[in-house]
């Protein structure tokens, strides 16, 4: 039980150091600690078009979240 605990603290620490260094474009959600995660296990051997198809991924991923929050936003603010 340690070891989840010390891994979901080590992603943790790492996506308030990155909300504090570098706030998320308007357009896209902040990293969160399972994307973080998802780019940590991209392995550093593999093939760039994988790197980049990978980070290209989690861009699209981040967009996609963010323009369903601002829907979802918008349409209770309509039915309220």
């Avoid at 392995?43 to 861009?59: E, G």
């Amino acid at each position: 039980m340690t070891s989840p605990m010390l891994a979901h603290a080590f992603l943790a620490v790492i996506r308030a150091g990155e909300h504090y260094e570098h706030p998320a474009p308007t357009r896209l959600i902040a990293l969160t600690c399972n994307e973080i995660q998802r780019l940590f296990a991209l392995p550093a051997a593999s093939p760039n078009d994988q790197r980049d198809h990978r980070l290209r991924w989690s861009l699209w991923r981040r967009r996609h979240q963010a323009r369903a929050r601002d829907c979802h936003y918008r349409r209770r603010e309509a039915t309220t």
